[in-house]
């Protein structure tokens, strides 16, 4: 009887993604923090008990952890580890999706390195399950929807991209910062549309082209708003710059692309963005159902945005100093080395690259 055997390529992404686990789960009872363990425990029995977050008691983030907890309690049992469990589940499934995405770059054994220093950065380094792992996990998911629909531009990938950052809302509200991210990329995708189709008439106009400079300035403004009041310049390279970096790159490219009808414009971005919205809105709307039943609406408001506010107003600790993006300048070395290089050039540097990642992850407290 012929016998099916395993590729070298499936061989070495099982190898890859059975270290990852070992590695995290080796990991997975170290580093308690009372406050932290305690806070997401004591917020899922709650939940477990029939308490609605926001309205029945303070909540310190959005509430879908908490109600994924308290789901993990009824299954598992009420323990702290339980918590735990819950996140290296989130986990495993996430390193595929990162090896996956890191192949649309690079070679197996090279997705395989990147995919193994995502691991040792993450979650080993503190297990509880903390909100911002959740946001990574689903940041990544929907990174993987975008990289999908450039191969199959079917709206499926983007509605499965909007859930991801829907229920990366539901975490933490900072997911809103992955739903502006994704919106900058169909953005981007819409501008690539114009320039892979045939030269328009000279009717065009620039309408479109102004909608998308007010919107980006828009967003770097309501970035502002939030990270503007803690003084520093080390928030504003850290959090604003990266934001009016890729917005200003998105409204240059947008005035060197030949004027168009805004109708058209309007007609393609819409089809990118309608499905993704549609997307973010069904766990969205899922999750707001209760407390449009309950008349809680104004205590998910302010447990959401004003409380935060408060919060952030008075417990706020400054990102590192500027120092530390010293780390970064080999990187972008070698990054922009690699840019005229031949494709075995290109891996030689990458290698490098993931050499230098490692370096630093067993070097990194003692850097900044």
Known sequence: MPTSRLSPRTILFVAIWLTASVYAWTYLDRGWVPHDEGTLALSAERVLSGMLPHVDYDEVYTGGLAIAGAAAFRVLGVDLFTLRLLLFAAFVVWIPVVYWSARRFATPPLAGLVTLLAAAWSIPGYSAAMPSWFN???????????????????????????????LSILIKIVGLYLVAGCLLALAFFGQ?????????????????????TVSAGVLVALVWTVVGRTPGKEVLVHFLLPVAAVCGWLVIREWRLPPSTTLTRLRDTTSLFLPFILGVALPVLAFLA?????????????????DPALRFEFATRRPPHLRTMVTVLPFLFLMGVSWSQPQKSRLRIAGLLSALGGLFLILGDGIG
């Open 290 to 306: 209760p407390y449009a039943w309950q008349g809680g609406l104004d205590d998910l408001y302010r447990g959401l945005f004003v």
């Open 192 to 212: 690539s549309r114009v320039t892979n189709r045939p030269a328009e008439e000279a009717s065009g106009t620039r309408v479109f082209s102004v909608l998308i």
């Open 136 to 166: 990574l996990f689903f940041a990544s998911f929907a990174l993987a929807c975008l990289l999908r629909y450039l191969e199959d531009p079917k709206r499926r990938w983007l509605v499965v991209a909007g859930v991801s950052a829907g």
